[in-house]
């Protein structure tokens, strides 16, 4: 063990975050009450450790730091208290430090060999950014007191994930530091103060920062005593299964960027550079497989099989063969019987590879792609390999899966002319721009180029409707969802291993602590893509392989394939419910601008686009540039304002009316921004669709972005608000306008007579926001 102070703000000059005390209080409380309630040998263990403390009379002081040295024994005995029998302190990483853990005390030999060999990089990087750790200290200070005082849940903490390069292998390592602070006691001076939910939802769920805190609750109001303890796990595999999951999230990117990304995080988490992977994409053109696209050259045997020439038909006779029976396939070496048995496994020998599997992967039961493992160096073997990569296997496949969707959608693209589906208000200035280009292109065709399609001086209207606290609701759905799969998994497993005649209740025994651990992990992070996946792709086919060979079976199986039906299984009850929900708010929104652009064009042309959201965000464009034949009045701006505000009473009476028939009731918020100024729009041939033009206009753009979750100016409320309509603007003349159309509206007794003049934060590039706020009267 080591005795001494590692301080990681040994060179960095900013005062601790919080009032701070190292001291053993708290753990001398626990180990008593333990000691008091406990009927076990373990006793007599808490006993010893009172009494080894008892020599230190001081030790319930605070203590110096530095001074810490001097009781190495209480040291030692909270290690051994705290840690299983069986670690050894030579490879378990574990250390004890100050109560906001920015200073290392007491270690295992482990954590002290770890850091001091990191040291340098550690410390300079800390240097580099100390704004950046001043911050995770107080981001860290704020989640233990959240969780001490306000009871949040210890969870929601995020560890530290530190990476570096294996010197040995060259592979990335990732090691996770977690910090645990069950021996922390946090004080506040004074009485605690309330928090606003909504405040704390915006900091704990959607990514806000400290500083939303900061008014509301000050760190200079607490103390923390006692001691925390920082443990560090290898944390490769989790991580590398993290990493897929981002690029199939960034898979809208450069897609080989996407696969080297994959296939070096497969790498990772095998441990062993000379392990290579490919995966192989099952596109289809009109039915048939294709494999000439650059989506396939991640494939070893594509690559081979073109640099020897293979004949096309005999590759494509192969993969039909397979389809047939697709199947797990190994060749942990590639002998000379084998290559005269499977000509392929020529074209692999001749591009050097020694060893090579392929493995079929599986999307919603339709075979999606292969991946394929394989060595240039070595012979492998399999099955410790495959026990790595098990829980990374769904994800592949959604990653093969939307590959084939991208290349459907490229295909769907080229077969489209440029300019589909236009809407009315805009389409003659498309085909006033075709036939100038095709006039061009006879007279020059080398020189001809299509010109911009671009409205000036329109004026913007937008709005959104937000289903509120749709991400709570999905994820308390996912986690209802998840406990009873879990549970009726678990029972289901229990039966399946009291069948004597089965003979295999070990492996039951290791399968059910390795799916409801992997169940467990996929709850925590609300992942309901893995989750879903992982019951498809690894639970599902091993019980059902287990059926077909024992029908004996069948009955105990029933229930749960009852349960994991998506379509009527209570493993999907509330997921439905919440789907039910959205859904249903989400077509009377459509089937409303469905109709109501009927509406609009009766005013004067526009451009009407919407966009899906949980809820629906739209821009109405409008202009004399839009109709150069017919006049734009003030009138006709009026006439879009007024109706765009009783469109809003009129969906929020139409959401708050469809509550009785919501499986989870869900509620909505209805925001407008009034942007007086015009702007410029152009058609944007890689989006295809509109976009603003210019400096100035984009931020138009940015505003619309960054209000959703506006706060009204020195509270913690946000400004929209269900059964209520906001109006976000900037200048009196607009506020006045609008007053007047919500006047007339009140008179139909239609809007409540509460109009509440509002002045909101600041956003990041964006101040002197107000707004309007009046009730719907339903």
Known sequence: ??????????????????????????????????????????????????????????????????????????????????????EDERSFYWALATPLPDKVIYCTTAFERFITAE??????????????????????AYRVILEKLYHFPSYLRTDTVYKRINPDTGLMKYYRIHTDTSYVTVKAKGQLPELNPELIESYLYEGAGADVLEKALPLSMFRFEGFSTITIEDYTAQQAIENVRIALVNHSSEQLETYNLVINS????????????????????????????????????????????????????????????????FFSSITREKKERYFFLRTLSEAGVQSYAVLPVYYNQRLAGVMEIYSRKKILFYETLLSKLETVIPLLAQLLQETAEKFDAQIEALIKDKFTTLQPAVEWKFNEVAWNYLQASGEDHE??????????????????????????????????????LKRVLSETIADLEAIPVLETSMRFKHLSESWLHRIDTMMETHDEAALKGYFQNVVNPVLLHLKDEHPEVADILARYETTVDEINGEGFKHRRALEHSIKLINNSLNNYFMKAQAALHNIY??????????GIEYDIFTGQSLSPDKPFTVQVLRDFRSWQLMSMIEIARLTEALLPFMSLPLKTTQLIFVHSTPIDITFRLDERRFDVEGAYNI???????????????????????????????????????????????????????????????????????RALRVSVIF
Do not use: W
């Open 1 to 86: 063990m080591h005795t001494g102070v590692i301080n990681f703000k040994e060179n960095i000059t900013f005062p601790d975050v919080v009032p701070a005390a190292l001291c053993f209080d708290s753990f001398i409380k626990d180990i008593e009450r333990r000691e008091a309630r406990e009927q076990t040998i373990k006793a007599e263990f808490y006993r010893f450790l009172l009494k080894k403390i008892q020599a230190y009379p001081d030790v319930h002081q605070p203590i110096d730091p530095y001074a810490a040295y001097k009781y190495e024994s209480v040291l030692e005995l909270v290690y051994t208290a705290l840690s299983t029998t069986l």
């Open 266 to 329: 497969l790498q990772a988490l095998a441990g062993d550079p000379d392990i290579d992977f490919g995966l192989l994409p099952f596109l289809r053109v009109n039915g048939k497989l294709i494999f000439d696209g650059n989506e396939c050259y991640n494939s070893i045997i594509i690559k081979s099989a073109k640099d020897a020439g293979m004949a096309r038909e005999s590759f494509y006779s192969l993969v039909d063969n397979y389809l047939k029976n697709p199947r797990a396939v």
């Open 605 to 614: 042309p526009c451009y009407f686009e919407k966009f899906r959201t949980d």
């Open 119 to 140: 040291s340098n990089e550690i410390m300079k990087a800390l240097e580099q950014d100390a704004d950046g750790f001043k911050a995770q200290q107080v981001e860290f």
């Open 447 to 484: 020189q001809a180029e299509m010109a911009t399609v671009q409205f000036s001086e329109v004026f913007p209207l937008y709005g959104a409707i937000d289903i509120r606290n749709s991400t709570i609701a999905r994820n308390n759905a996912l986690q209802n969802d998840a406990e009873l």
């Open 699 to 769: 931020r138009y753009e940015v505003i619309k972005k960054r209000i959703d979750k506006v706060l009204i100016k020195g509270t913690e409320e946000r400004l929209t608000q269900p059964g209520k309509i906001a109006i976000v603007y900037f200048t009196d003349q607009e506020a006045a306008e609008y007053k007047a159309y919500a006047r007339a509206f009140q008179q139909q007794n239609m809007l409540a007579q509460d109009i509440e003049e509002l002045e909101l934060d600041e956003l990041q590039g964006v101040s002197g926001l």
